[in-house]
């Protein structure tokens, strides 16, 4: 009789474990890093080297059933896309996924059961009809909060401010996946002390040598940074004493500024330019009220105003729950209409002038 119990509590257990290993999601993890493997032997072999490839970075990803590491990679090439496309197909026959091409997008996907393992953007060396720059601000607050903007494969720039829980894991992980960052340096504001910008703040009433030590204390938290662009500071930019004071600093450490332009009374680009510092000045907030159609509106001015100008920079923000959603909307349609999306600093280097 206890045999008999005893083979049952056995089959039980049995019949248990392989319930459990059922109902625990497929890691194809493994699978996406030899594909990755796969793919970087192709592109070699069409002579495209490190310096080709702007971005090279890995997103974790996990469904009900599924879980794997996504390997998103940019690259820029005036090879033909169409010869390594066919030479990536060819090479990852064996691994039993699906590698569809959209030519409009210029992206390349390989998935399995419909979950995308492996992403590359091509990225031609052609003139540019239509520029585009966006700046995300207020990085810094949680940990997770980066993910939904790095998956649209489109180059943007993050603007992380200093000393907040998340700031220097954010700076580095954008720094290993070679994404562009700026600090996002807050100033002093119409109304302070009432509206607070935060002990990492420079104010009006600082001396040069406060502004200095508070601004490279700042720096050295947000680590790597290309750029600086004022948080708040409807105040401090309109002093013009008060910017050259500041903008010292950046052209000492030959960084980027960025007017944010929270005043049209800013003094910020103008002397920022005077002082022959790389300088860009805001023409469109995304973000400011947090629903679809409302951002989508901004998006549709922001178009409008590249089309006119040639070019156009514009900020959104981190925590703005529907700015991915109107992004990941209209990225194929600025793409169709010949918009390019660039880094601030790749924006600069293709304006003259340090830009406008």
Not at 251 to 270: G, H, M, Q, R, W
Not at 307 to 329: E, F, T, V, Y
């Amino acid at each position: 009789m206890k045999k008999i119990w005893r083979v049952l509590v056995l089959i039980i257990l049995t019949a248990g474990v392989i319930f459990y290993l059922r109902q625990q999601p497929e890691n194809y993890s493994s699978l996406a890093n030899k594909i990755d493997i796969q793919i970087n032997k192709v592109i070699t072999s069409f002579g495209i080297t490190d310096e080709n490839i702007i971005k090279n970075f890995r997103i974790q990803k996990r469904t009900r059933t599924a879980k794997w590491i996504q390997f998103v990679k940019e690259i820029n090439t005036d090879k033909k896309t169409d010869d390594i496309i066919t030479e990536i197909k060819i090479s990852l026959s064996e691994f039993g996924v699906e590698v569809d091409f959209d030519k409009t997008l210029n992206l390349l996907t390989v998935s399995i059961n419909g979950n995308i393992l492996n992403k590359i953007l091509f990225r031609t060396a052609k003139p540019l009809k239509y520029k585009a720059a966006i700046i995300i601000d207020d990085v810094g607050y949680k940990k997770d909060e980066l993910e939904n903007f790095l998956s649209l494969s489109v180059p943007l720039t993050f603007s992380v401010l200093p000393f907040e829980k998340y700031s220097s894991y954010h700076a580095d992980k954008l720094k290993r996946q070679n994404c562009e960052f700026f600090l996002h340096q807050p100033m002093e504001p119409e109304g302070y002390p009432k509206v607070n910008p935060g002990k990492a703040a420079i104010l009006l009433n600082m001396s040069a040598y406060e502004i200095e030590k508070k601004v490279k204390k700042n720096l050295a938290n947000v680590d790597g940074a290309a750029g600086i662009n004022n948080h708040m500071g409807s105040a401090f930019t309109k002093d013009k004493i008060k910017m050259e004071e500041f903008l010292k600093i950046v052209k000492e450490k030959n960084l980027i500024f960025v007017d944010s332009y929270t005043s049209p009374k800013s003094v910020a680009y103008k002397t920022a330019k005077a002082m022959g510092i790389p300088a860009l000045q805001n023409k469109v907030f995304l973000d400011n009220e947090d629903n679809l159609e409302y951002i989508l509106k901004q998006l549709s001015l922001f178009k409008k105003r590249i089309k006119r100008d040639g070019c156009c920079i514009a900020i959104g923000h981190i925590h703005k729950k529907n700015l991915p959603d109107a992004l990941s909307k209209i990225i194929p349609e600025f793409q169709k209409e010949e918009i390019t999306f660039l880094t601030v600093s790749e924006y600069l280097k293709t304006n003259d002038n340090f830009g406008h």
